[in-house]
Each structure stands twice: as C-alpha cells, then as structure tokens.
C-alpha cells in the first residue's frame, strides 16, 4: 500500500537559511499534519491542515510558515533557521472519518541539521 | 491543552516475559488512543489503538486497555521478542468539529528485551 512520502530525506543548512519541507499524503487522504521531534523527544505538533485550509495550530514558530495545496501535498516553509530547529520533521495523513476518529500515518520524516 | 504522562521510561523485560506501559490524559474530551512504536531514526509506526467506546483491545500479543473515568490507559506486550525492543509512544487526541485533530504524545518508554 502506498503510504505517507516525504522529501528530501536529509536536509543540512547554515543559520539564517531557509528550508522548504514536502509531504505527498497517503492517497485520497485529505488531512496533513506535521510534527517535529527533537533528540530523544516526543513528537511536537506544529500544525494540520484540511482540504487545503488550516485545521490547527500547535508550538510551530512564526519563522515557519506551511500550506496544503489543491493536490493535497504540504509544504513547510522555515526561515531564519537556528540551531535549535534541527530535529527529525515528520508529516502524517489521515482521511476523515464520520465520528472523527481517523487513524494518522506517519511518512519517514526529514532531517534537517542547521549548522 | 492535553497532558499525556507516560511511564516508565525505560523498561528492561526478559525475553518471553511480559511488558506493561502505562499513560494518563488530563484532558476527559480525549477520545482516541493510539500507541506507536519508534525505532531509532525511523518513523512512529501504529501498532493499536483504541477509542473511548471500548474498554479493551487486543491484537495478537498487544493489547491496550483504557480506564476514562481514571483517565489513563495501558499497553500490554506478551511474549516478548528481542524485534520488540524500540521506543513506544502513547497519544491521545479528540475530535473537534469534524475529524480527529493532533496527537498529543507521551514522553516515551524505551523498551530493552532481554535475550
């Protein structure tokens, strides 16, 4: 089955780049959401997006910006990155389900290491 | 917001003997409860999860019971296996509006199997 892919794999940048992530959600799935897991940490809601629109809104900061697009893929955008941004970024998907209770797949993730 | 507890942190289990982590949620409007198995620089992968309808569920040798009025929940490994060795997360989310919203995720239970 396919699932949840997510480019590129490994991200290295300098301080003060930018970086843009991609998700391809499962298909027919109409939901992204991203996490982003730091060094032996839980993952961290960032943001969702449905049907191209803004579902919710976590600990992402204002220097990272994202969208979901009439294809359903996602990109998140990061500007000015710091040290701290480096981590595993994963993207999930989901298809909405009557009552809500939908299952979230996650892709292999991105790792970005800011330099 | 939600808080998802989880404990222990780490766990050590002869192989063959059983494994227990528990979790608990502050937020009662939680409703889905999954379980997630990470394996070193890889992705969460979906092993159970269960929903606030049914009080226990059981997948071969996993099985996850939830307690809503105490508010927590447990993963059970029987018969463990040295591949069962990972980290495990515990989730909760709820449904708002429509649709399952973000995963708030436990700290995390590094499990050892012992061979």
């Known amino acids: 089955a396919a699932g949840v892919i997510q480019s590129p794999r490994h991200l290295i940048k300098e301080k003060r780049e930018t970086a843009t992530l991609k998700c391809y959600p499962i298909?027919?799935?109409?939901?992204v959401y991203w996490y982003q897991q730091g060094p032996g940490q839980d993952p961290q809601f960032l943001i969702s997006?449905?049907?191209?629109?803004?579902?919710d809104k976590g600990s992402i900061p204002d220097r990272f910006s994202a969208q979901q697009f009439s294809d359903y893929h996602s990109e998140l955008n990061m500007s000015s990155l710091e040290l701290g941004d480096s981590a595993l970024y994963f993207c999930?998907?989901?298809?909405?389900?009557?009552?809500?209770?939908?299952?979230?797949?996650f892709g292999p993730g991105t790792r970005l290491t800011v330099l | 917001g939600e808080n998802v507890e989880q404990h222990p942190s780490t766990l050590s289990v002869q192989e063959g003997d059983s494994a227990v982590i528990k979790c608990t949620y502050s937020d009662s409007a939680s409703n889905y409860f999954p379980w997630y198995k990470q394996e070193l620089g890889k992705r969460p992968q979906l092993i159970i999860d269960?929903?606030?309808?049914?009080g226990e569920k059981k997948d071969q040798r996993i099985a996850v019971t939830l307690n809503k009025t105490a508010k927590h929940f447990s993963l059970h490994i029987t018969e463990t296996q040295p591949e069962d060795s990972a980290v495990y997360f515990c989730?909760?989310?709820?449904?708002?509006?429509?649709?399952?919203?973000?995963?708030?995720f436990g700290t995390g239970t590094r499990l050892t199997i012992i061979p």
């Open positions: 997006f449905y049907e191209k629109m803004q579902s």
């Open positions: 989730a909760a989310s709820y449904t708002r509006n429509f649709g399952n919203e973000k995963l708030t």
């Open positions: 298909p027919r799935h109409d939901t």
């Open positions: 999930a998907s989901s298809l909405r389900l009557a009552g809500g209770l939908d299952t979230q797949y």
């Open positions: 269960i929903r606030s309808n049914v």
